[in-house]
């Protein structure tokens, strides 16, 4: 079955402190995957896409960078969070043909 | 930039009543999607309306589209305690990414 994973759940960073959560995906190959913030109470941003292995398009510009050095594992990171960077932070992934796309459980990061 | 608007902001009925939420979007279309998010969890996708579709339905959801409006409405029938939580549309007018509305929070009173 396609399952998708996101750790951890919760994360209390410092400031300046680096970040890197991981992403995983079973059941699919070559999907396309997502990194989304999400405010308290908004929509989601979609802060990086990745159509294959090592090809990253960045939304919007910021202090974060993503990866995915295999198929299925996506990774976000900072060298030093911000205050800003604080947020709910989701991973998903499509597949073609796929209705819709699969998030993870998501991560609350908050930077202190 | 979020293309979807979600309305209302907020909705609270009783529950057994039907709930009805309504997006709004600004540019062509390939397809648009509704998602539930319950509380400090990961989106579920519930339907996808295709631009050539007017209307669909999966269980006690009704979706309605209306391109020449840029409109959507999701309609829960007898709702249940259980459908509280945040409802976002997301409009797909690529093959890479979806845009985002702010969301419409139901709440059901039991």
């Known amino acids: 079955s396609q399952t998708i994973h996101q750790w951890p759940a919760t994360l209390v960073q410092p400031v300046g402190s680096p970040l890197s959560l991981e992403c995983t995906v079973e059941?699919?190959?070559?999907?396309?995957l997502y990194w989304y913030r999400q405010a308290a109470g908004r929509g989601l941003q979609l802060l990086f896409y990745?159509?294959?292995?090592?090809?990253i398009s960045s939304e919007v510009p910021q202090n974060l960078s993503a990866s995915r050095p295999q198929d299925r594992q996506f990774i976000l990171s900072s060298k030093k969070l911000l205050l800003s960077d604080s947020g709910f932070y989701l991973c998903a992934w499509k597949s073609s043909g796929a209705q819709g796309y699969t998030f993870g459980s998501g991560t609350r990061l908050t930077v202190v | 930039s979020q293309q979807g608007e979600e309305d209302p902001q907020a909705l609270s009925i009783q529950e057994g009543e039907n709930a009805t939420m309504n997006c709004s979007y600004k540019?062509?279309?390939?397809?648009l999607q509704w998602y539930r998010q319950n509380s400090g969890r990961g989106l579920v996708h519930l339907i996808l309306?295709?631009?050539n579709e007017r209307e669909k339905h999966s269980g006690r959801l009704r979706v309605t589209l209306d391109t020449s409006k840029k409109s959507s409405s999701l309609l829960i029938t007898a709702s249940r305690a259980a459908d509280t939580a945040s409802y976002f549309c997301?409009?797909?007018?690529?093959?890479?990414?979806?845009?985002w509305g702010a969301g419409t929070k139901l709440i059901i009173k039991p």
């Open positions: 997301a409009t797909d007018s690529s093959n890479y990414q979806l845009i």
């Open positions: 540019t062509s279309i390939n397809n």
């Open positions: 059941g699919t190959s070559n999907p396309n």
């Open positions: 990745s159509v294959g292995i090592g090809q």
């Open positions: 309306i295709r631009s």
